[in-house]
Nanobody
Framework: QVQLVESGGGLVQAGGSLRLSCAAS????????MGWFRQAPGKERELLAF????????YYADSVKGRFTISRDNAKNTVYLQMNSLKPEDTDVYLC???????????????WGQGTQVTVSS
């Protein structure tokens, strides 16, 4: 089992940057594909990016491509999401998740963090 804890959210002005971190417990972190999602109240979770076990492959949703960067440090059991050029429409709860294999659907992820709030002011 994997427990995930996100951090790094907060309030930022439009055009600013934030770096989210997701710390994982357990010794099997490197065996999981890691994803970042966001979710607005009453809406489905939206996949933003995922990264494979070694960090050698990444995927980005069109909505964040060129602005967000996902990375991981397996020695620290941590996955990151660097978010640049933030827009007010990026305001949401951001969650990290772990999956055994590639998945672009939230249903494909087995473990979830509690989420961290990101608010972008105009």
């Amino acid at each position: 089992q994997v427990q995930l804890v996100e951090s790094g959210g907060g309030l930022v002005q439009a055009g600013g940057s934030l770096r989210l971190s997701c710390a994982a417990s357990g010794r099997s972190f490197s065996s999981y594909v890691m994803g970042w999602f966001r979710q607005a109240p009453g809406k489905e979770r939206e996949l933003l990016a995922f990264i494979n076990w070694t960090g050698g492959y990444t995927y980005y949703a069109d909505s964040v491509k060129g602005r967000f960067t996902i990375s991981r440090d397996n020695a620290k059991n941590t996955v990151y999401l660097q978010m640049n050029s933030l827009k007010p429409e990026d305001t949401d709860v951001y969650l990290c998740a772990a999956a055994r294999t590639y998945s672009s659907s939230a249903r494909g992820y087995d473990y979830w963090g509690q989420g961290t709030q990101v608010t972008v002011s105009s």
